[in-house]
């Protein structure tokens, strides 16, 4: 590899094996996103969808290989990545208001106790009216719709700037105009140069308008442009390698380097 590939990497995967207590989910990935791309992880359930996006952020540690972020920096160098999980794993019930939850994202700039000055306040609004939540300030987050809280956090991701952000089923069960305006968003990340990598299941959205594809069934099955991945063979190939997975395959061994 050279040194000019290297540096056009945000996301790198060096025989990168990820699971959990030491069973694989997702395989041996080798591979690389670029940087600036716009790319989506699909495939059946239980393919390592969210667990290759749980191992990127550096909430699981990998049973083998590495992934390198940014330049080849390992992960936890100063790569700033934003991450949004599913909705199933945020807790709706903790009373805190919507313009709170935005705030959350100026924790990587400001530090958990740095507090909110006037250009915070400024970027908080805008980041607020970006999303069509302009006058929300006030409600508790347990009072939304699912649209609106997926609106919400946007909010939050907007204002991280992270340089990558990882979406896991950023519109499942959302109504058509909200994912529409969060599409545009994500269009617009992409716009200004950051990495953004997405969970989806629909693929008629994947088709129009993420560029590059990658096919999981805990294995890569594909990675390309999107056209030359979403083929019926490739798809057929996914539904059948995840529904043969054994339940009891080895345990892959931590890599010690």
């Known amino acids: 590899m050279t040194d000019a590939t290297r540096a ?24 690389a996103l670029a940087s600036g791309s716009l790319t989506a992880v699909v ?14 952020v550096g909430a699981l540690p990998p049973l083998s290989g590495h992934i390198r972020l940014s330049l080849g920096r390992p992960r936890g160098a100063k790569a700033r990545i934003a991450y949004l999980p599913q909705a199933a794993d945020i807790d709706r019930s903790f009373p805190i208001t919507v313009y709170d939850l935005v705030c959350v994202g100026l924790w990587s700039r400001a530090g958990l106790f740095g507090g909110i000055g006037r250009k915070d306040r400024v970027q908080i609004e805008e980041a607020l009216a970006a999303v069509g939540l302009t006058g929300f300030e006030k409600r508790t987050i347990g009072t939304l719709s699912g649209g609106q809280m997926q609106r919400a956090l ?14 896991d089923e950023p519109f499942t069960a959302i109504d058509a105009r909200t994912t529409a305006d969060l599409l545009a968003l994500v269009r617009r990340w992409h716009d200004e140069g950051r990495t953004v ?3 989806l299941h629909d693929m008629e959205m994947v088709r129009q308008a993420f560029p590059r594809t990658l096919l999981l069934a805990r294995e890569p099955v ?21 529904e043969a997975f054994d339940t009891h395959a080895p345990v892959c061994a931590r890599d010690a380097a």
């Not at 995967?13 to 990820?18: G, Q």
Request: glycine share 10%; charged share 25%; aromatic share 6%.
């Open 8 to 31: 056009s990497d945000a996301i790198r995967f060096e025989n990168l094996t990820l699971g959990y207590d030491r069973h694989p989910a997702v395989h041996h990935l080798d591979g």
């Open 43 to 56: 495939g059946p359930n239980g393919a390592g969808k969210s667990t290759l996006l749980k191992g990127i």
């Open 154 to 167: 946007f909010a939050r991701l907007l204002l991280q700037d992270a340089d990558i952000i990882l979406l």
């Open 197 to 199: 990598v997405a969970v």
């Open 222 to 242: 594909a990675w390309g442009e999107t056209d030359e991945v979403l083929t019926a063979e490739n798809l057929l190939r996914a539904r059948r390698l995840v």
